[in-house]
């Protein structure tokens, strides 16, 4: 029985006191469960906080949102995998759909900064996902596998089972329209079809489905047993409605 992995991107909200006390209320809403792990992604700034209110708890975990592929050096603005580590992430999110649409990250930095994550001992979320368009154009596949190539395509079988692939549709993430659970698990078995063909162990490899996902449609998603877990942004701002999706039943495992 793998994890259900609750991630929760805070984005560019809450700096460091409401990130504590987010996280806070987050952890005493939830009893330590050994078959759900919470993840928190809340802004670099706010790392230390969050790290300190999960210290102790076995459930839970910290990552960056982004990440530089270099160790360190001349790059005003940006965080070192191991500057991160540092602050206590053990996680971190790699091409974010708005990264990659909003900050212009190519698919080639996603590879160098999955490499830079594991090698500084940091477990890396790939987010893929194609744009309305590409959908449209019934090339949604095709992005994701492209996407899988660049960003973990260089891995071997053991570097890949420390991976976790975040299924994000561009235009579900923040629309209020998440795709259907047919949908993702569609998808999320084409994701599992790359790894397993790269000699990754199936199970090892978690697949999460990201966009739109709310107190209401998250059994439904979660029903799918495709679906390793949720990556959730405007519905985990805050811990009422946090708390509703994170106590989703699992069927089944
Ligand atoms: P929303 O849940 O707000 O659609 O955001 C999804 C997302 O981008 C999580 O990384």
Same mark, same amino acid.
Request: charged residues 20%.
């Given at each position: 029985?793998?994890?259900?992995?609750?991630?929760?991107?805070?984005?560019?909200?809450?700096?460091?006191?409401?990130?504590?006390?987010?996280?806070?209320?987050?952890?005493?809403?939830?009893?330590?469960?050994?078959?759900?792990?919470?993840?928190?992604?809340?802004?670099?700034?706010?790392?230390?906080?969050?790290?300190? @209110?999960?210290?102790?708890?076995?459930?839970?975990?910290?990552?960056?949102?982004?990440?530089?592929?270099?160790?360190?050096?001349?790059?005003?603005?940006?965080?070192?995998?191991?500057?991160?580590?540092?602050?206590?992430?053990?996680?971190?999110?790699?091409?974010?759909?708005?990264?990659?649409?909003?900050?212009?990250?190519?698919?080639?930095?996603?590879?160098?900064?999955?490499?830079?994550?594991?090698?500084?001992?940091?477990?890396?979320?790939?987010?893929?996902?194609?744009?309305?368009?590409?959908?449209?154009?019934?090339?949604?596949?095709?992005?994701?596998?492209?996407?899988?190539?660049?960003?973990?395509?260089?891995?071997?079988?053991?570097?890949?089972?420390?991976?976790?692939?975040?299924?994000?549709?561009?235009?579900?993430?923040?629309?209020?329209?998440?795709?259907?659970?047919?949908?993702?698990?569609?998808?999320?078995?084409?994701?599992?079809?790359?790894?397993?063909?790269?000699?990754?162990?199936?199970?090892?490899?978690?697949?999460?489905?990201?966009?739109?996902?709310?107190?209401?449609?998250?059994? @439904?998603?979660?029903?799918?047993?495709?679906?390793?877990?949720?990556?959730?942004?405007?519905?985990?701002?805050?811990?009422?409605?946090?708390?509703?999706?994170?106590?989703?039943?699992? @069927?089944?495992?």
């Amino acid at each position: 029985m793998s994890a259900v992995l609750f991630a929760a991107n805070w984005k560019m909200h809450h700096g460091p006191r409401a990130a504590r006390a987010l996280a806070q209320a987050v952890l005493a809403g939830t009893k330590p469960v050994a078959d759900r792990l919470l993840l928190f992604f809340p802004p670099a700034v706010s790392l230390p906080a969050v790290v300190e @209110a999960v210290r102790g708890r076995t459930d839970a975990a910290v990552g960056a949102q982004n990440i530089h592929w270099e160790p360190k050096g001349a790059f005003t603005g940006e965080l070192s995998a191991l500057l991160a580590m540092e602050a206590g992430a053990t996680w971190t999110l790699v091409g974010h759909s708005e990264r990659r649409h909003k900050f212009g990250e190519t698919d080639d930095e996603t590879g160098l900064k999955v490499r830079a994550a594991l090698g500084a001992g940091l477990r890396p979320m790939l987010c893929v996902g194609e744009t309305l368009q590409q959908r449209t154009d019934g090339e949604k596949e095709n992005v994701v596998r492209r996407q899988l190539e660049a960003g973990v395509g260089a891995l071997g079988a053991e570097e890949l089972a420390r991976v976790a692939v975040a299924y994000e549709p561009v235009w579900a993430i923040g629309t209020g329209v998440n795709a259907t659970p047919a949908d993702a698990a569609a998808m999320h078995r084409t994701i599992r079809e790359w790894f397993a063909r790269r000699g990754a162990p199936a199970a090892g490899c978690s697949v999460l489905y990201g966009g739109s996902v709310s107190p209401e449609n998250a059994a @439904a998603l979660l029903a799918e047993e495709e679906l390793d877990g949720v990556l959730v942004g405007g519905a985990s701002l805050t811990a009422e409605s946090w708390l509703r999706i994170v106590a989703t039943p699992r @069927a089944g495992r």
